[in-house]
Each structure stands twice: as structure tokens, then as C-alpha cells.
């Protein structure tokens, strides 16, 4: 069964450095999305992306986050200047379509620890 | 803002039913989702119902929509070993662009 897969697994970045998470979406999908879970807490949707624009994003996707499509079949999440918290564990999701009847399908994530 | 609410902890025996509560507030969902988290693993979806039906069956789980409650409910039966893991409550508010999750349930499953 098709994947949605995510590199690394595990990041360790020193606070103010740059970071880029990868994701290779489920090659037919065409909706993309990043959520984040800070240990202990929910599940946050971050943002969600369709032709090339970001289509919504939340609160937490502030100046420091982007987001892009690179080339047919990656899609990065970079964080600019990290601080410490951003370490969470970072999902990536895609999904055929945007109706509501088009489930997201998740990575196994990227776990993010900041130093 | 919408907020989804989930008890944090199951114990059951193998081979008893499970069941796992949810509560929503956001009315206007209208997809409601199971998702399943083993350890060091990602979300993987098990199974999703449309707001306008009140129970779906899809094998050993059954998904209970109590929309004027907002209650979620997922059972598991014939519950094994290989289903300690931590479930999720998610819905999608009425955009298909974000979902809203629960805290999960950590379900052990004992011999």
C-alpha cells in the first residue's frame, strides 16, 4: 500500500540553525499538509498546501516556517531559526483531494529536538 | 475554537471489547476520524465516518456517531494484543483542509 514517507526520522539541530524536514507524499495525492506534536500535547495542524500555495495555515505557522513543493515529488517544511520550542514531533499527511470524503494519510514523522 | 476531548487511558483483557470515547464541539464537522499511533510509528488511519450516519462497521471496529451529543465512539471487538497502541479522535471542522485531534488514548491490551 502506498506511503507517505518522511526524512530523517530523528533531527537534532542547535537552537538558531536552520532546519529542513522532507516528506515524499503518496504519489497520486495532490493535497499536502504538515501537523506537529509537541510531546505531551495534541496533534496541531500547521498548514496545508494545493498548487504550489500554502491554502491554510494555523497560528503556529508564523515567519520563522515555509513550506515547498521543490520538484514532482517532495515537500519540505523549513524552519528558519530554530528555537527550543520547536522540538516536537513533526507529521507529514497528504491526500487525494480536498473533499471532506479524501482522508489524510500521515508519515511516521520526523521527531525534531532542538539543543 | 473547536476542541475534541478523549479519556487518556484503556486497559482491557485480550479478547474483550474495547471501546474508546470521544466528544466534539464544532458542529459543523462533517468527517470524523480514527487514527491509530504504535510506537515510533506515524498515524495510520483506521477508519473515518460521514456526520450523517450514526454507525459504521468496518471488521472487528465499529464507529458510533451520537451527533446530537457529539459523541464519538470506536469498539473494537475480539480485542488483541497487536491493538495496544494510542488512538485518535480527529475531525475536520467543516474544512477539509485541517483536522482537529484529541489527545489520544493509550489502549493496553493484557493477557
Known amino acids: 500500500e502506498p506511503e507517505v514517507t518522511q526524512t530523517p526520522s530523528h533531527q537534532v539541530t542547535q537552537m538558531g540553525q536552520e532546519v529542513i524536514l522532507r516528506c515524499v507524499p503518496i504519489s497520486n495525492h495532490l493535497y499536502f499538509y504538515w501537523y506537529r506534536q509537541i510531546l505531551g500535547q495534541k496533534v496541531e495542524f500547521l498548514v496545508s498546501f494545493y498548487n504550489n500555495e500554502i491554502s491554510e495555515k494555523s497560528e503556529i505557522f508564523d515567519d520563522q516556517f515555509s513550506v515547498e513543493r521543490p520538484d514532482g515529488s517532495n515537500f519540505t517544511l523549513k524552519i528558519r531559526s530554530t528555537k527550543l520550542e520547536d522540538s516536537a514531533m513533526y507529521f507529514c499527511?497528504?491526500?487525494?483531494?480536498?473533499?471532506?470524503?479524501?482522508?489524510?494519510?500521515f508519515g511516521d514523522g520526523t521527531r525534531l529536538s532542538i539543543l | 475554537g473547536e476542541d475534541v476531548e478523549q479519556s487518556l487511558f484503556l486497559s482491557v483483557r485480550e479478547g474483550d471489547s474495547s471501546v474508546i470515547n470521544c466528544t466534539y464541539t464544532d458542529s459543523s464537522s462533517t468527517y470524523l476520524y480514527w487514527y491509530k499511533q504504535e510506537p515510533g510509528a506515524g498515524l495510520q488511519l483506521l477508519t473515518y465516518i460521514f456526520s450523517n450516519m450514526d454507525m459504521k462497521q468496518d471488521q472487528r471496529l465499529t464507529v458510533l456517531l451520537n451527533k446530537k451529543d457529539k459523541h464519538l465512539s470506536l469498539r473494537i471487538a475480539d480485542t488483541q494484543t497487536g491493538d495496544s497502541a494510542i488512538y485518535f479522535c480527529a475531525e475536520n471542522g467543516g474544512s477539509a483542509r485541517q483536522l482537529t485531534f484529541g489527545s489520544g488514548t493509550q489502549l493496553t491490551v493484557l493477557p
Open positions: 499527511a497528504s491526500s487525494e483531494g480536498f473533499g471532506s470524503n479524501q482522508p489524510q494519510h
